[in-house]
Structure formats: structure tokens, C-alpha cells
């Protein structure tokens, strides 16, 4: 199982010289095997994979949806693929008490906001619901529960029946309570996390910034950390770094919460960096 960072930026895409270290795509990740390649979250992130080609060394293609906010949707109209009329995709993600999955996508592809409909669209496109559920995607096992992040938000644990990566990318584990972490049964995001050999996850603020933007449905660097502590997991991965965090001010909040204080592996997520578990 191969992991591969193609967007590793919250909020809003900040490309440039302060950002050439850690990236400044925003969210999209991949995980593949020889035939099966999953897309998780379609930020700008997904226009750089466009763009290599990535996805034509793969049978299948299967896109999974956190949630929809824009910065989690912003590359699926240049996904060259949507306009392949020989090529297959499955679209999931979240439903929502007021419209259905494809009726909210369809508000963003669509004017004023974008130019092409998603009826343009000229590949064997199949959306689907999920909840909390457990499903199978080719040779992985999905499973997918809600994390507490503003609108119906998804957290995904994928694995191979070897290894298993967690992505929760947009989550507010402490909110409502004065001391995180809490018990395990009532950790948001515990379930998805536990165990898992590779855990990608929110870790947006400062420990001062939270105090200013709580309820927001963001995670300090030391949230995250103390989340993957209580699931026992084998590798954090930083992730959703926050566009006014510039390389130099990420390195610095990692050493301050970081350096030599947890008994698991933890990195800041690299912008075309790829692991294989």
C-alpha cells in the first residue's frame, strides 16, 4: 500500500517560496496498490496529479470525500478524467439532511462559481452515500464515521488486510470539553484512528491560535498528538497545515510540540512525499 501527498495545505491553496517544504496545495492524498488507485479529498492537490498522470497506471479510480467544503473539492473540475469517455470513477462521500450528495456537488460545479457542470462530465461517473460504514473497494477495506468538523464531515481508516492508514483531515477532537484528551469511547476520530499503522490528521493551530478559534473544527499540532497517543498509532502524519504557517513557522511549532516527548513516529507532511506501508 502506497501513500502518496499531492496537497497537504488547509483552508486556501498558498503556493510559493514560503511554502516549498511542506506544500501549498490544499488536501488530497492517495492510496494505491498495482490496480486500485484511491483519491482521498479533491483539493488543488488533485490538479497536480492530474497533471503527472498519475491515475492512468491504474484499473480503477475511486475518489472519497471527507466532506465538501472548497478547499476539499476546489480540484475536481481539472481532473483530466471527468472527460474521458472510456474511464470509470466512483465518487463517494457524505450525505446531508437537506440534498443529496450529487445535488451539493452540482452547486459548486456549476455558474457562478464554475464554469463546467458536472453533466459535462462525458466518464462512467458513480456517486455514492456513506455514513458509518464499513465497505469494500477493490483488495481495500474502507470503513467511515463522522468526525466532529462543521457540515457532515467523514473520517476514513483504509486498509489492505496488512496495514491500515487513518485520514481525518479536518477534525475538532477537544471541543466542548476542558482537558483532551477524554475517554476513548467518547474521543471523536478514536474509532478510525486505533491501531492504525499510519494516522493523517488535522493539526492546524497553535495552542494560542485555538483559543481564539474554537468551534472552528480545527486541531492544534498538540491535539493531534495527544490523539495519536491515546489510539496508539505507529506514525503520525501532520496534516492541514494552516496557510498563514509558512515552512519556518510549521519547523517551529514542531519542535516545540514534538521533540522527544512521544513514543510513536511523528513528521510534518511533505507535498509530494510518499510512503509505502
Given at each position: ?260 516527548q512521544w513514543d510513536f513516529e511523528v513528521h510534518l507532511a511533505i507535498e509530494n512525499s510518499v510512503i509505502?506501508?
Amino acid at each position: 500500500m502506497k501513500i502518496t501527498f499531492w496537497g497537504t495545505r488547509g483552508s486556501i491553496a498558498t503556493v510559493g517560496a514560503q511554502t516549498q517544504v511542506y506544500g501549498g496545495n490544499t488536501s488530497c492524498v492517495t492510496v494505491s496498490d498495482d490496480d486500485t488507485l484511491l483519491i482521498l479529498d479533491a483539493g488543488s492537490g488533485l490538479r497536480v496529479l492530474a497533471s503527472q498522470g498519475y491515475y492512468k497506471r491504474f484499473k480503477h479510480v475511486h475518489i472519497l470525500l471527507t466532506h465538501l467544503h472548497i478547499d476539499h473539492i476546489q480540484g475536481l473540475g481539472f481532473f483530466n478524467l471527468f472527460f474521458d469517455p472510456e474511464a470509470e470513477i466512483h465518487l463517494w462521500g457524505p450525505p446531508s439532511a437537506n440534498a443529496s450528495l450529487k445535488m451539493r456537488l452540482n452547486r459548486y460545479l456549476s455558474p457562478p462559481l464554475f464554469p463546467v457542470r458536472m453533466r459535462d462530465f462525458n466518464c462512467k461517473l458513480h456517486i455514492h452515500e456513506v455514513t458509518k460504514d464499513k465497505f469494500s473497494i477493490e483488495g481495500f477495506e474502507v470503513t467511515s464515521n463522522f468526525v466532529l468538523h462543521p457540515g457532515p464531515t467523514l473520517g476514513f481508516r483504509i486498509s489492505d488486510g496488512k496495514k491500515a492508514v487513518t485520514f481525518i483531515p479536518d477534525h475538532e477532537p477537544a471541543l466542548g470539553v476542558s482537558k483532551f484528551p477524554i475517554e476513548a469511547e467518547w474521543t471523536s476520530g478514536y474509532g478510525l484512528a486505533k491501531s492504525a499503522d499510519l494516522l493523517i490528521h488535522d493539526s492546524s493551530y497553535s495552542d494560542d491560535e485555538y483559543s481564539l478559534r474554537q468551534g472552528w473544527g480545527h486541531s492544534t499540532m498538540r491535539h493531534a498528538l495527544l490523539l495519536a497517543e491515546l489510539a496508539q498509532v505507529k506514525r503520525l502524519e501532520l496534516f492541514h497545515h494552516d496557510p498563514s504557517h509558512d515552512d519556518d513557522e510549521l519547523l517551529k511549532l514542531f519542535h516545540q510540540n514534538v521533540d522527544g516527548q512521544w513514543d510513536f513516529e511523528v513528521h510534518l507532511a511533505i507535498e509530494n512525499s510518499v510512503i509505502d506501508l
